[in-house]
């Protein structure tokens, strides 16, 4: 059912017993996504990444042909499989690593899981008896915490320094017989800065420990920005000492979502990866990682990017968003009552010692930008891509005039105007 004012279907409890026309379904659809961020222009949200729409339209035909493949299956589709072996390769060779050391997995989550669990895997085998635990930044993804209690491993966070980079002395002083692993980002999500990840990496290779460096966000964006000139480091296998890495495709690869890399140092590392059982009626099952089924559409439309991209193209990208974000950090410098901390990639922070950034966000929210925050310290947070300057001069004028509005105490916590 249809409310004709909106087109949003109207809420049901029940199975539906009629089925719709196409039509109505399509209306249907079409009155949901109107109730979103408009995602298709940007807006800054991580979940907005898009690049332009050419590359939209490339990821959509890539992943309409194949939409109702399943990856799960890559050894018995020879499509599915080469494709999937040239998206390993690529990537692969920006990592200096080979893509017999990589798996395509369904998202970051996925892949943080995945690295968790060859870690312990490998600790059985280097570490038998101890009870593993990982030490982390306390910037590193939630994900680390979601999956060592999945997986029966300790987390221990430690702090940050004044750049919100970890804190390697509290690192080191947090080893114990039992810790196995290190964590560190490339860049982390809340602040946009990388970790120092050849010193981690050094203290890795000196205590004997296994080092995942996570670059979900910065993996497919940090060596093209690297090659336009900009001081952002080497994260990966360029570091003796790191053992895996993460990169989701489906963030600045622009790949349909989910799909995300984990790629390991040599193949010895890559053992670990996977599961494999014979103990059922069926006999050998055995998948590359932890999900089973994952969408062969995405596989397809990751590739059909690849391609259509090559390394000009996501040259040229990279050039764009980073463009984006040094607009934004300059109008930033430019509001007095108003900082930005970190954002050494695309990740920009706004923060301000004066006012309640909370209530600035709420303003921006309003005006239809999809902003996260960050709790410690107290940030906006919002994810540059190679969106047009007119919408990056909409935003600008927009934090402008909120950041106006609430100095002068015209905005209430909801970021509505404030009547006397």
């Given at each position: 059912m249809v409310d004709d004012q909106n087109l949003a279907p109207v809420?049901?409890?029940?199975?539906?017993?009629?089925?719709?026309t196409m039509a109505e379904v399509e209306a249907m659809l079409d009155g949901l996504r109107a109730q979103d961020p408009d995602v298709r222009r940007g807006r800054f949200g991580m979940f907005s990444l898009r690049g332009n729409a050419d590359i939209q339209d490339v990821a959509h035909r890539g992943y309409e042909r194949f939409f109702s493949?399943?990856?799960?299956?890559?050894?018995?589709?020879?499509?599915?499989?080469?494709?999937?072996?040239?998206?390993?390769?690529?990537?692969?060779?920006l990592l200096s690593t080979t893509p017999e050391c990589g798996v395509l997995t369904s998202g970051g989550t996925d892949s943080l899981f995945n690295a968790v669990h060859s870690i312990r895997e490998w600790a059985r085998e280097h570490r038998p008896g101890v009870e593993p635990e990982i030490i982390a930044p306390f910037s590193a993804h939630a994900s680390f915490t979601k999956s060592c209690h999945y997986l029966g491993v300790r987390l221990v966070r430690v702090p940050l320094d004044g750049e919100y980079r970890v804190d390697l002395e509290a690192m080191e002083a947090a080893i114990t017989d039992r810790t196995v692993g290190l964590i560190a980002s490339a860049p982390a999500w809340p602040h946009g800065v990388y970790d120092p990840i050849g010193k981690v990496a050094a203290l890795a290779r000196k205590r004997d420990l296994w080092l995942h460096v996570d670059a979900c966000v910065g993996g497919c964006l940090t060596p093209f920005v690297r090659e336009l000139g900009y001081a952002v480091p080497e994260f990966a296998f360029e570091h003796e000492g790191v053992c895996s890495v993460s990169l989701d495709l489906h963030k600045y690869g622009y790949a349909p979502k989910p799909c995300s890399a984990l790629f390991y140092a040599d193949e010895e590392r890559r053992r670990y990866q996977g599961f494999a059982t014979e103990e059922w009626s069926n006999g050998?099952?055995?998948?590359?990682?932890?999900v089973g089924s994952r969408p062969g559409g995405?596989?397809?439309?990751?590739?059909a990017v690849m391609r259509f991209l090559g390394?000009?193209?996501?040259?040229?990208?990279?050039?764009?968003?980073?463009?984006?974000?040094?607009?934004?950090?300059?109008?930033?410098?430019?509001?007095?009552?108003?900082?930005?901390?970190g954002s050494e990639l695309s990740l920009v922070t706004i923060g301000s010692a004066e006012l309640d950034i909370k209530v600035v966000g709420q303003g921006l929210a309003s005006r239809g930008w999809s902003l996260f925050g960050v709790r410690h310290p107290e940030l906006l947070h919002l994810t540059c891509d190679a969106v047009d300057d007119e919408l990056v001069a909409e935003f600008i004028?927009?934090?402008?005039?909120?950041?106006?509005?609430?100095?002068a105490g015209e905005l209430n916590e909801r970021g509505d105007l404030r009547y006397t």
């Amino acid at each position: 059912m249809v409310d004709d004012q909106n087109l949003a279907p109207v809420a049901i409890d029940h199975f539906p017993p009629l089925g719709a026309t196409m039509a109505e379904v399509e209306a249907m659809l079409d009155g949901l996504r109107a109730q979103d961020p408009d995602v298709r222009r940007g807006r800054f949200g991580m979940f907005s990444l898009r690049g332009n729409a050419d590359i939209q339209d490339v990821a959509h035909r890539g992943y309409e042909r194949f939409f109702s493949y399943n990856g799960l299956f890559a050894r018995m589709l020879p499509s599915i499989g080469l494709m999937q072996q040239e998206l390993l390769s690529g990537w692969a060779s920006l990592l200096s690593t080979t893509p017999e050391c990589g798996v395509l997995t369904s998202g970051g989550t996925d892949s943080l899981f995945n690295a968790v669990h060859s870690i312990r895997e490998w600790a059985r085998e280097h570490r038998p008896g101890v009870e593993p635990e990982i030490i982390a930044p306390f910037s590193a993804h939630a994900s680390f915490t979601k999956s060592c209690h999945y997986l029966g491993v300790r987390l221990v966070r430690v702090p940050l320094d004044g750049e919100y980079r970890v804190d390697l002395e509290a690192m080191e002083a947090a080893i114990t017989d039992r810790t196995v692993g290190l964590i560190a980002s490339a860049p982390a999500w809340p602040h946009g800065v990388y970790d120092p990840i050849g010193k981690v990496a050094a203290l890795a290779r000196k205590r004997d420990l296994w080092l995942h460096v996570d670059a979900c966000v910065g993996g497919c964006l940090t060596p093209f920005v690297r090659e336009l000139g900009y001081a952002v480091p080497e994260f990966a296998f360029e570091h003796e000492g790191v053992c895996s890495v993460s990169l989701d495709l489906h963030k600045y690869g622009y790949a349909p979502k989910p799909c995300s890399a984990l790629f390991y140092a040599d193949e010895e590392r890559r053992r670990y990866q996977g599961f494999a059982t014979e103990e059922w009626s069926n006999g050998p099952y055995k998948t590359d990682a932890f999900v089973g089924s994952r969408p062969g559409g995405a596989v397809a439309g990751a590739w059909a990017v690849m391609r259509f991209l090559g390394h000009e193209g996501y040259l040229r990208t990279a050039q764009r968003t980073m463009s984006v974000r040094d607009q934004i950090l300059a109008a930033i410098e430019q509001i007095p009552e108003l900082h930005s901390v970190g954002s050494e990639l695309s990740l920009v922070t706004i923060g301000s010692a004066e006012l309640d950034i909370k209530v600035v966000g709420q303003g921006l929210a309003s005006r239809g930008w999809s902003l996260f925050g960050v709790r410690h310290p107290e940030l906006l947070h919002l994810t540059c891509d190679a969106v047009d300057d007119e919408l990056v001069a909409e935003f600008i004028a927009d934090l402008v005039d909120v950041t106006g509005r609430v100095s002068a105490g015209e905005l209430n916590e909801r970021g509505d105007l404030r009547y006397t």
